[in-house]
């Protein structure tokens, strides 16, 4: 089965600088995708970031980057120039390729974006 | 092109009695997954849903619950004889037939047992 762990519960970062969300994950299947959500306050669930196993290259959008290291099952998100709206849990998430758009989610880390 | 709708937002309900939950998947989705957040805690899986079909419900605890998504409507979720323990949000996400991999979620409904 597969299992998807932050290891960070909660973050601090000053606005304008950069943070690091570590997500690590365990699967025996080759071809699968990886996801950030974001959840502010609200509760919405707000998609940051995907990535393709089979893509080498890293998923960029914006201000936030994925560092996707296949071989280690890495799977980070760098959040630069972190705005006051960051401010949210965030949940890394595992979709197994085939059939089904099932996500399996880790904990979350609560990042907390400071004045 | 309205997003995934759910409702009610809010739902409080006294132990024993029923809760109804229902989710109206993005224009063109026939696929629909429900998950439930604990406090504290990630997204569970439940269940997914095609429609008139269940795929898999791995993640539906074995009583009380159950799903559906008809031909015509939305996709229910019920709790029968709740208790304090399914207190949670509960969100649906849905998809498309085929291609794009991924899926876009509901706000959610907070289920208050009291």
């Known amino acids: 089965a597969q299992t998807v762990t932050q290891s960070q519960p909660e973050m601090s970062v000053q606005e304008a600088e950069t943070v690091t969300l570590s997500c690590t994950y365990d699967t025996s299947e080759n071809n699968y995708y990886l996801f950030w959500y974001k959840q502010p306050p609200s509760r919405q669930m707000i998609l940051v970031i995907r990535?393709?196993?089979?893509?080498?290259q890293n998923a960029t959008e914006n201000r936030f980057s994925v560092n996707f290291q296949k071989a280690a099952k890495s799977f980070s998100l760098k959040i630069s120039d972190s705005q006051l709206g960051d401010t949210a849990m965030y949940f890394c998430?595992?979709?197994?390729?085939?059939?089904?758009?099932?996500?399996?989610f880790g904990t979350g880390t609560l990042l907390a974006v400071q004045p | 092109n309205a997003g995934v709708m759910q409702n009610p937002r809010h739902l409080v309900r006294r132990r024993g009695q029923e809760a109804r939950l229902r989710c109206s998947p993005m224009k063109g989705h026939s696929h629909v997954y429900w998950y439930r957040q604990l406090p504290e805690e990630g997204l569970k899986f439940m269940v997914y849903l095609q429609k008139e079909n269940i795929i898999d419900e791995s993640g539906m605890p074995k009583e009380r619950f159950s799903a559906e998504f008809p031909k015509e409507g939305p996709s229910i979720l019920r709790i029968q004889q709740v208790v304090r323990g399914d207190s949670a949000a509960y969100f649906c996400?849905?998809?498309?037939?085929?291609?794009?991999?991924?899926?876009?979620f509901g706000q959610g409904t907070r289920l208050t047992v009291v």
């Open positions: 996400a849905s998809s498309p037939e085929t291609g794009d991999r991924q899926a876009f």
């Open positions: 998430a595992f979709m197994r390729g085939g059939a089904t758009n099932k996500l399996i």
């Open positions: 990535q393709e196993a089979y893509k080498q």
